[in-house]
Structures are given as C-alpha cells and as structure tokens.
C-alpha cells in the first residue's frame, strides 16, 4: 500500500468530503450519479488497422480514405466484391482473403461471408471487425449482421486469434457497435463465449490501452441485461471470477496510470460486478483494488467522471466488510478524523 504523506489529495474533492456519519455513503451511494456511459464506440474513436498481419501479406494496407458512406447504394465495384465474398459460401478458402481497401467497400453480408471464409487470417479479420462496427453505427445493419450471425463470428475470432492485438482490439470495438442498447444482442453475445473471450483479451494484452479501454466498456455492457434472469446473471459473474479479472484490472490499472479511458472504465466494470457480490469484493480485494482505488480518488485535477467511477467501485468493494472499511480509511489522510 502507497504510504500516506504519498498521496496527494485533489483540493476540491478534500473540500468535498463528507462528515463522519456519511464517510460510508460518500463512496457507495455515487453509482446512481455518474455521467452518461456510451456503450457504442464514437466515430473517430479508433484508426483502421494500419498494416497487414499476415506475413502471407506484406504490403502496408491503407487507411479509412475512400470507405463509401454507410447507406450509399454500392457502386458497380462494391456489387462485385459483394458477389465475390457471397461466393466465399461460408467454408474455409485456400485462396488469399481480399484486401483491407476491398474489405472496406464490402456490405454487412458480404464482410460476415469473409469471417465466416478466413477465420483464422488475422488480417482479414480485422480488417472485417473495423468495417463492422463502421457499418454498425446504423440500426439498420445491426439488424442485419446480427441475423448474419456476426455476433458469434466475431467472438470465435476473439477465441481462435487470442495473440493477435489487432484482431482482439477491432472485434471489442466491433461487438460494443453490435450489442449495445440492447438485451436479446447481449445475451447472444454472452452465449457465444463473450466474457471470457474479452476477460482473456484483457489478460493477454494488459500492455495495449485500447483493448483494456474496450474489453472493459464492453465488460460493463454485458453486465448491464436488464432483464437477466438470476441464473443469467450468476453466469456472467462466475465467468468474470473465473477469469482472474480482479488481478488483471489490478496489472492494467497499475500498467496504465492516469489513462483516464481505461481507468474509467475499469472502474465502470468492477462497480458493475462486484456490487453485492462477496465474493468478487474479497478477491478485488485481494488484488489491493482498495489502494489502488483510493489513489485514483485523491488524484490531483482527476477527471470528474473518472473521480465519481472510482468512489463507485470502491464504495462497492467496501460496502459490506467492516474490514474492507478498516482497509480503505488508512488509505486516506482525512480517515483518522473520520474513524
């Protein structure tokens, strides 16, 4: 644990701290006043994949320029590549996969005839997932791809090409795009594999801010079923223990200091799993999330967002263990007032 006279309080959240009879609401009643969480990716979020990586495909690949306007009637070139992807007929290809600029051009089903051809091409892959969640910024094709199978597609590709970062980074992205504001895509997702799949993503890449950033928001939608059965949402949980994710938010929260993206989301996820769940509390615990969390807190000029999401997942953390409580007032300057 960082020592006390290390931390350094910011002025205005020491000024806001509560008296000694709310010091326990200050950190568990902050969940219902957080800022607005997007579960889809924004546009301009993320880059395209920037090069091929398959070393059967050694030239660069080019960027977002030329990709025709999701809605636009296909071109004459668009229709072939379409045809020539149908042609694909969902079986494994000896032949080389299109290009990223063909993949690029390619509708909703023609992009799920690829997945289904080159599953284990990471290129191809990524490269599909980056169009994917592009095209799925439209209801319309969400629909669409979601009848394709593309939910599950994507997931298998997570599972089959785990050391692949690219591939790992664009199918988060592409599944936040697919399954967000919505229970019956989640709960696909959640069949498919889902949450291990982006648990071990996170655990293979814990060095990679972007797949932690996604791989976490999209840890947190999954976690948010509305109308999860409670056997549904035992699943989900068990899944996330099961992963070791406590010890794995630990190593990206530590890997990322003051990465504002990944730490907020981070938090986001632990608040939405470890609320009410003993044992999710005592390994966060375990992990040291408690120090970690309160570090976070009393950050200098910490982002007010970030600051709100980790007094949540503290306050989840500490919320029903009188030594978890113990634990998290030494971790405060102001604590020993308080206690």
């Excluded at 669409?144 to 997931?155: K, R």
């Excluded at 664009?170 to 967000?180: D, E, F, P, Q, T």
Aim: hydrophobic share 40%; with cysteine; aromatic share 4%.
């Amino acid at each position: 644990m960082a020592e006390q006279g290390s931390l350094k309080p910011d002025k205005d959240a020491v000024a806001a701290m509560p008296n000694e009879g709310n010091w326990l609401d200050f950190f568990t009643d902050t969940f219902r006043k957080l800022g607005p969480f997007s579960e889809r990716v924004s546009e301009g979020d993320l880059p395209s994949p920037a090069q091929s990586m398959d070393t059967a495909r050694g030239k660069q690949e080019g960027s977002d320029e030329g990709l025709a306007a999701t809605g636009e009637h296909a071109s004459e070139e668009q229709e072939v590549l379409n045809a020539k992807a149908a042609t694909l007929g969902g079986s494994h290809s000896s032949a080389e996969p299109p290009s990223s600029d063909e993949i690029k051009k390619m509708d909703v089903a023609a992009i799920v005839g690829v997945l289904k051809a080159y599953p284990m091409r990471a290129h191809a892959v990524a490269n599909c997932a980056d169009t994917l969640r592009i095209r799925c910024r439209e209801s319309a094709n969400v629909i669409q791809a979601t009848e394709l199978g593309a939910i599950e597609l994507v997931v298998q590709s997570m599972t089959k090409l785990q050391t692949m970062d690219q591939v790992q980074l664009y199918c988060l992205v592409a599944l936040r795009n697919l399954v967000s504001g919505d229970n019956a895509r989640k709960r696909r997702a959640v069949e498919a594999g889902c949450v291990p799949a982006l648990c071990k993503a996170v655990a293979k890449h814990t060095a990679h801010a972007g797949i932690c950033e996604h791989g976490y928001a999209l840890a947190t939608i999954l976690g948010s079923i509305s109308d999860a059965s409670a056997e549904e949402q035992l699943a989900i949980k068990r899944s996330i223990i099961d992963s070791g994710a406590y010890k794995t938010i630990a190593e990206v929260l530590n890997a990322h200091d003051g990465v504002t993206a990944v730490e907020q989301n981070a938090c986001l996820a632990i608040n939405s799993f470890a609320r009410d769940e003993e044992t999710h509390c005592d390994k966060a615990h375990q992990a040291g999330l408690i120090q970690k969390l309160a570090t976070i807190v009393q950050r200098k000029n910490v982002d007010k967002l970030l600051w709100q999401a980790s007094r949540a997942a503290l306050g989840a953390i500490i919320l029903d263990s009188a030594e978890r409580k113990k634990e998290a007032k030494k971790c405060f300057p102001w604590g020993t007032v308080l206690c």
